[in-house]
C-alpha cells in the first residue's frame, strides 16, 4: 500500500521512478475506501449504503436558512481531491491568479449576469422555489451555487474546484487542454510529474456544488473550495499533496475510464451562453444591479457608477444572452413529464440530516 506522505515532497530526477502513478494513487484511495465502509453491506438498504452509492445526493441544510443543499456521495464521503497535471509553486483559483480590482469586477459582472440568465429559466426557478416536494423531507427550496456553476463553466471566481469522486481528480491530474478539447498528458521532460491534492473535510470554506438543472457540476461530483487573493492552496494546513509520476500507461487508462471527459462534460445549453457573457463588457441593468446588491453594498451609487466607468463597462436594458422561448417551452415540458421525478430519484435523505 502507498503511503502518502512519503510522497509529499516535490520528486527529483533520483528518485521520479520511485513514485506512483495516478493509477497506483486511485488503487490507494479505493482500498482506504473499501476499509472505511467494509462494515456495510451493499445487499442492505442501510443509510450508510445509500450514502456511498456513487451518482446518489444526500439532502442536507443549505448554508442560506430554510434552503436544501445536494452533496454527491461517494465511499469517499466528504474527502475531496483535485488533480493537477502538473505542480505550481503557488497555486490560487483562476480569480486570483492575475489579481486586480478590474478583473474582479468583471468576475462579479459575469457572475451576476448568468444569475439573471438562470433566473429567468422556468425549471431553475422551480427548483430554487418550493415546487419539488420530497416525501422525506417536504418540500425542497434547493440553494442555486451561482459561483460555482460559474466556475465550472469558465468564469474566473475565487473558488477552487474539487470533487469526491476519484476518477474525476485523476481525469484532471492526467489531461491537458489542447485544440479545444482534453487529451492525455504522457510524460516529457518539461513535465515528468503531477500532483494530487486531498482536502480535510473540516474545511468551513468547502462547499458542495451539488445537483443543479445543468449538470456539469453534478457530473464532476463538484466541490469548491474558497479561498482568498493571499492564500496559496500548497500551504493550507487542511490540504495535503501528493505527487506523482507520469505514465503513458496510466493517463490512457483514466482518459478511457471517464469515456475521453465525455462523461464530466455533458452538453447543455449553458455553454455557448456562458461563453458570450465572459466576451462581453456590456451587461445587463439587472445583473449590475445584482452585482452592487451582492459585492459592492459599501459603496454609495455614485462611487459603483465611477467604478463602472473606470474601466469602461457599459449597460443596456435586456439581458446579455437569453434562452429561446422554444427551448424554455421544450425544456419545462420534459421536467414536467418525467425530469422531476428522476432528479427526485437520485436523492437520499440521511435521518440524522433531515429537516
Known sequence: MIHMDKYSEIPSCNNLTSYPTIIDI???IAEQEEKSVESFSPLQSTSISKMIRNGFYTVIRGEKKGTTELVPTSKSGLTTYRGQNRFYETCRPSLYRDYNEGNELYSHLQISELKVLLDSHPVIASIAGNSLYHP?????????????????YGIHTRLMDFTNDKWTAAFFATTHWVNNTYEPVYPDKDNRYGILYIADPSNPEMHAIGLQYFNRPGAQSGFALRMTPNQDLNQLPTIRKIFFRHDANASSVTYSMNQKGSRLFPEDSLIEKVDSIIKSKTFSDAAIAVCKESYYRTLSADEFKLLLDRYGISSQPKPVVSFPDEELTKE?????????????????VLPLLRF
Open 26 to 28: 486511485v488503487e490507494m
Open 332 to 348: 419545462w415540458n420534459a421536467w414536467i413529464k418525467d425530469g422531476a421525478d428522476r432528479y427526485l430519484s437520485s436523492l437520499h
Open 136 to 152: 422525506q423531507i417536504g418540500a425542497i427550496h434547493l440553494n442555486i451555487h451561482y459561483e460555482g456553476l460559474a466556475q465550472h
